[in-house]
């Protein structure tokens, strides 16, 4: 079976869980836990999404499309998570544009110091103090 399948499969199992333990009167404490459960599962789910396989990738897998709930917080998490890659590599693009920034001007005055020191030297042998 496909892991993503198996993943949606698996938070609508426990939606469906948590949705049978609230129709049975328990706490509302645990019915609340097992749903946060399926919403982490979920939010996984978009994650390995983005970042991995790419089954279902920002379309809103089959199996949560018609629980509203899942099916928003698969939408909400997957944009989060490419927004989160999207600054990431932003991020990645600046340092490595700083980094050369740095090396340049490093570069730049290693040259001006190295000028700077041959033309005093060269004044020095000129005027005979060296």
Known sequence: MNRAF???LAARFLWSDALCLERLGVLESE????K???LNAVA???ASETYGSQFYGQVV???LRDVPKLADHYRQSYD???QAERELIEELEFQKERDQYLQDIAATYAQIEHD???????DLLDDGLL
Not at 31 to 34: G, L
Not at 116 to 122: D, F, I, M, V
């Open 61 to 63: 897998p089959p199996l």
């Open 80 to 82: 989060a998570c490419v």
């Open 6 to 8: 198996e993943a949606a």
């Open 116 to 122: 700077l020191n041959s033309g005093w030297k060269e």
């Open 44 to 46: 996984d789910l978009a």
């Open 36 to 38: 946060q459960l399926a």
């Open 31 to 34: 019915v609340m836990e097992v």
